[in-house]
């Protein structure tokens, strides 16, 4: 293992995956292109390709091992993995990021702020085994902060919380003290909260930025790609394109991990299959009418609950025809190289 791979955050858990990789050298994706992929590995940058993959299996900050022609011929296993129902139609899953250790959630202090997707982010942290720092930006245009803080802090009172002008060169120094070398931590969040500002702050680069319209709190797109960038006191930060919409798939422990006070609710019901509404001997029900649980709170989980096990069960159903349309495509070929050969 040399100083440069250890660097980029390579360890022992991944030179385990490579007794068998004779020939083969590691490399990690920094960038993914259509037909190719930028990476860093001993020799400095290089690019990639991938006959074997599409680039929709493959996600910024994963580790790679290709062969002399530059050729990807394995993806390692991931340490952690960000992952989404892509938008649109399609029911296909949308990798985001991977390997990723702190995942910085970022909001900020206007009408962008927003408990429901602060949630479904803290679910996909927990999920993917990231750990989740929320970071309050716009502080400097914030009469009073308290407030957003306060509301976040009632999520998890273990809930690490950073308020911050992005602008401020002390902000990057406060973000930076979550992510140690050769760690890697990732960005997201709307547009214009400030991800790109507080990447250039930790990188020293000069990425364009963009405003917000003040009627609206949105932002507008500058960031159109994920991209993984090395930070001035070492260590990896991904800044990636804006997010306000997250369909979360396949994290119902996320979701658990989050509203962990009403799973464990959940588990002392009467019947394991409780919908929490009518039913004799609902815990849940007995908290709201106890005062001790909002029924707000409550929604959301359900919400949440649903909308992730509808993706997961859409993006599935998807993965199965998919399935039998490549076994009878086989076969119709193969029945048509045997009536050649006759």
């Keep these: 293992m040399t100083n440069l791979l250890t660097d980029l955050g390579w360890s022992s858990f991944y030179q385990a995956q490579c007794d068998d990789a004779a020939g083969l050298t590691p490399y990690r994706l920094t960038e993914i292109h259509r037909s190719q992929m930028s990476a860093l590995g001993e020799a400095g940058e290089v690019t990639l390709t991938s006959p074997k993959l599409a680039a929709g299996e493959l996600a910024v900050g994963d580790w790679v091992l290709a062969d002399p022609e530059m050729r990807i011929q394995r993806v390692l296993e991931r340490k952690s993995l960000l992952q989404r129902r892509a ?54 245009l914030c009469d ?48 214009g909260v400030g991800k790109t500002t507080l990447t250039n702050g930790l990188t020293g680069g000069d990425a364009a930025t963009g405003g917000v319209r003040e009627d609206d709190a949105k932002g507008r797109h500058v960031t159109t790609a994920r991209s993984m960038h090395p930070m001035q006191h070492g260590g990896w930060i991904i800044d990636m394109p804006g997010m306000r919409a997250l369909r979360l798939l396949d994290t119902r422990e996320g979701i658990d991990s989050v509203f962990d006070d009403l799973a464990e609710l959940e588990t002392q019901c009467r019947f394991s299959d409780c919908a929490h509404e009518t039913e004799p001997g609902c815990a849940v029900r007995a908290a709201i009418e106890a005062g001790e649980l909002d029924l707000e709170r409550l929604q959301r989980w359900r919400k949440l609950r649903a909308g992730e096990a509808k993706n997961t069960e859409t993006v599935a159903e998807s993965r199965a025809r998919e399935r039998r349309f490549s076994k009878m495509v086989k076969g119709v070929t193969k029945g048509a190289g045997k009536r050649k050969g006759r």
């Design 144 to 191: 009073d902060t308290r407030a957003y803080e306060a509301e976040a802090q009632a999520l998890d009172p273990m809930l690490t919380i950073l308020t911050v002008n992005a602008r401020d060169p002390e902000a990057a120094k406060a973000v930076a003290a979550w992510c140690k070398p050769p760690q890697t931590a990732a960005f997201i969040g709307s547009s």
């Design 87 to 140: 938008a649109g139609t399609d029911a296909q899953t949308q990798l985001i990021a991977a390997n990723v250790d702190t995942l910085f959630i970022v909001t900020s202090c206007n009408d962008d702020f927003n408990i429901a997707r602060i949630e479904r982010f803290l679910a996909l942290a927990h999920e993917a085994g990231c750990y989740p720092v929320l970071v309050l930006t716009k502080a400097d």
